[in-house]
């Protein structure tokens, strides 16, 4: 079994900065994506980023220049740093991982169960 566990998430004011983390435990044996979504109260949940295995990453046009998605592959863990925020952030924050439990095996999803991100003066 896979767990994915998110933290970082809080309130912060407009500009300000948050870092989220993601582990991922369990039964594993690689990663080859990880991402943040989030869902915002009303709305549909939506990419915010990407990071493969390789390091290439996307993004969501809302938040290039001041997101950015890194992983450390030996943790099995991944953060999203996240810079000059604003109201329209405010979101939970939701960690996904596609992997593979072994070698020559399927892909797998995972979710996280979301942290709050909360932009507000």
């Known amino acids: 079994q896979v767990q994915l566990v998110e933290s970082g998430g809080g309130l912060v004011q407009p500009g300000g900065s948050l870092r989220l983390s993601c582990a991922a435990s369990?039964?594993?044996?690689?990663?080859?994506?990880m991402g943040w979504y989030r869902q915002a109260p009303g709305k549909e949940r939506e990419l915010v980023a990407t990071?493969?295995?390789?390091?290439?990453?996307n993004y969501a046009d809302s938040v290039k220049g001041r997101f950015t998605i890194s992983r450390d592959n030996a943790k099995n863990t991944g953060y999203l740093q996240m810079n000059s925020l604003k109201p329209e952030d405010t979101a939970v924050y939701y960690c996904?991982?596609?992997?593979?439990?072994?070698?020559?095996?399927?892909?797998?999803?995972?979710w996280g169960q979301g942290t709050q991100v909360t932009v507000s003066s």
């Open positions: 369990g039964n594993i044996f690689s990663i080859v994506v």
């Open positions: 990071i493969t295995s390789g390091g290439s990453t």
């Open positions: 996904n991982a596609n992997l593979k439990v072994v070698r020559f095996g399927s892909l797998h999803e995972y």
